[in-house]
């Protein structure tokens, strides 16, 4: 029942910066795990950044310290801060969130699989 819609995608030069955002409705739970992926054309889905309820994140090796995750006060709404972005970073965005009662991750594991996604914003960083 939880509805996710992406937007802020476009095109920029290698380098430049792009916010993204996933707007969310419908959902009930009190809790939720949130998280943004990408896939490029003719590759598996990949995961980027995670963030928890309680403002903690964790970030793919390849986006760390590049970009940011958040989420405003209201919990309805997650973003996507991209910073130097690269031809490497062009892909479909997608936004996911699933319910959680504990921390998403538990060291390096992630608790839960998500089972909410958005459609997807486009990025592209040409060079």
């Known amino acids: 029942q939880v509805q996710l819609v992406e937007a802020g995608g476009g095109s920029v030069q290698s380098g430049g910066s792009l916010r993204l955002s996933c707007a969310a409705s419908g959902y009930t739970h009190s809790s939720y795990c949130l998280g943004w992926f990408l896939q490029a054309p003719g590759k598996e889905r990949e995961g980027v950044a995670d963030i928890d309820s309680d403002g903690s994140a964790v970030y793919a090796a390849s986006v760390k310290g590049r970009f940011t995750i958040s989420q405003d006060n209201a919990k309805n709404t997650l973003y996507l801060q991209m910073h130097s972005l690269q031809p490497e970073d062009t892909a479909m965005y997608y936004c996911?969130?699933?319910?959680?009662?504990?921390?998403?991750?538990?060291?390096?594991?992630?608790?839960?699989?998500?089972?909410?996604w958005g459609q997807g914003t486009q990025v592209t960083a040409s060079s």
């Open positions: 996911a969130a699933a319910p959680s009662s504990l921390s998403c991750y538990y060291n390096e594991y992630r608790r839960y699989e998500y089972n909410y």
